[in-house]
């Protein structure tokens, strides 16, 4: 490898270097060795040495520095405003519930930190002048695009679940595949998932599904998946006898998934859209299948869901309101448009990230569906034109408030709001023009007002 491929930036070499002159052991490692090696853009730098946290805090105490990981030997730096984390070399200790070493033990030498790391591509670590220190030829499974647990692959998933979702979430970010017995003691081991706590696995589930090869991940390991997302297990395999479906319920959801931009929301929403499908079905004396009302019952599915993997509030909420609405299908008129954007609580964001959700499920049908994205652009397209050219798309944009209805006497309480609405509702249907004049006019004639 050439030194000029890992590009260190200058605030990293910086922290190395002033470990460095102070007797300590200091290299980058980890994602950012592994991302550098691969052509792509390193989120985060991350150093590992053998200064003692009590030490890293007396070089660096004149900078701002977050010590909320310093048990587990981090100490991070923040440097022109980005945070840079550097740890102790450390052996986790043993590790009774699956998940948490139950002690840390901070070592000398970098041989042993880079033991305990997940997978060989994430086990390498370099100096710019000691050059790259792999141990576990992590460079040459980068090469042959393969994950591969350092040490013994059942030990490793057993000490901590969380690699079993970390190694998914890579071969969908990355699409590499796991070599062969890391992936058989993955299906031994996947049942340990289960004591992984919701947030972790939201994080890694996230990122595989953001993955670019997020499609063959959810097909080829969907009983592991499953044992955190149990509906995965129903959908595999699950024909919808239509002429409209090629694929079965879990195929077309990662088709579906495939197809938005890799985005957090959308795909979500994506991957539970179709989960109340299987509860839903009937065929008819033609042997025709239907699933009537099963955004509703995917929602059933989605809140369980969301309450294993700790999704906010808010992200419940906008999932609920894409799942509950993605199988519509509005004409591409103003009239629909406002309809939808109404059923969307006015959100706009979430028109947007709708329309990517019905473009996704249009192209996961059938190969005859284009035209139904061409209908979905063309929404959006008139959703923009209403949007710029300040259209009144809400109640809330009408150039009438309920101070206008008081002044015109109308009784303060529920009357005015029920007024606005039909008033709303008058220009939805593009029957008046969003003007005062008309709107007062039409009010006056609701309440027989000459
Ligand atoms: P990303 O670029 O997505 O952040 P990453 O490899 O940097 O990927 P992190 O979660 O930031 O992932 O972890 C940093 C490093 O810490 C990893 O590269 C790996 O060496 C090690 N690591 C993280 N989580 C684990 C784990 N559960 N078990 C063992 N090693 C881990
Ligand atoms: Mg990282």
């Not at 990355?174 to 972790?200: K, M, P």
């Not at 929301?265 to 099963?294: C, E, Q, S, Y």
Request: net charge negative; glycine share 6%; charged share 25%.
């Amino acid at each position: 490898m050439s030194r000029d491929t890992i590009r260190l930036p200058h605030d990293a070499y910086r922290l190395l270097q002033t470990l460095r002159a102070a007797g300590h052991s200091a290299y980058v490692v980890g994602g950012c060795v592994r991302d550098s090696l691969l052509g792509r853009l390193p989120g985060d730098w991350d150093i590992c040495t053998s200064a003692r946290p009590d030490e890293m805090k007396a070089l660096f105490c004149s900078q701002r520095l977050i010590l909320t990981g310093e048990k587990h030997g981090t100490v991070a730096v923040i440097l022109h405003g980005k945070p840079y984390e550097m740890t102790t070399y450390r052996l986790d200790g043993s590790y009774r519930d699956h998940r948490h070493p139950d002690n840390v033990q901070f070592v000398d030498d970098l041989a042993a930190d880079l033991a305990r790391r997940d997978f060989t591509i994430n086990a390498m670590a370099y100096h710019p002048v000691r050059g790259l220190v792999d141990p576990y030829e992590g460079q040459a499974d980068l090469h042959h695009r393969i994950i591969r647990c350092v040490g013994n692959p059942t030990q490793r998933f057993q000490e901590d679940a969380l690699r079993i979702l970390r190694a998914l979430r890579f071969a969908s970010q990355l699409s590499f595949s796991l070599a062969i017995d890391t992936e058989n003691a993955l299906f031994e081991q996947a049942a340990s998932l289960s004591y992984v706590a919701g947030e972790r696995l939201s994080v890694e589930l996230e990122g595989m599904l953001c993955g670019q090869s997020v499609r063959a991940v959810l097909l080829n390991y969907a009983e592991v998946l499953s044992v955190i997302i149990p509906q995965l297990h129903t959908m595999k395999g699950f024909d919808q006898h239509s002429r409209w479906h090629i694929y079965d319920v879990l195929e077309h959801t990662a088709c579906v998934i495939e197809n938005t931009p890799p985005e957090p929301l959308v795909r979500w929403a994506a991957l539970f859209h179709d989960a109340g499908k299987p509860d839903t079905f009937f065929r008819d004396k033609n042997g025709i299948g239907h699933m009537p009302g099963h955004p509703l019952a995917s929602i059933d599915h989605l809140r369980k869901a969301a309450k294993r993997l700790h999704f906010s509030r808010k992200r419940l909420h906008d999932l609920e309101l894409l799942v509950r609405y993605h199988d519509d299908h509005p004409a591409p008129t103003r009239q629909d448009v406002r309809i939808l954007f109404s059923k969307l609580e006015e959100n706009r964001e979430l028109f947007h990230t709708m329309c990517d959700l019905m473009r996704g499920d249009a192209l996961g049908q059938a190969p005859f569906s284009h035209k139904r994205v061409k209908t979905i652009d063309e929404v959006e397209h008139i959703f923009d034109e209403m949007c710029s050219e300040g259209a009144c798309l809400s109640l809330h944009d009408l150039p009438i408030t309920g101070k206008d209805l008081l002044e015109l006497g109308v009784p303060e309480g529920p009357q005015i709001g029920l007024l606005l609405s039909e008033a709303f509702a008058a220009v939805a249907r593009e029957e008046i023009k969003p003007q005062r004049e008309p709107l007062i006019a039409y009010i006056k004639k609701l309440i027989h007002m000459p």
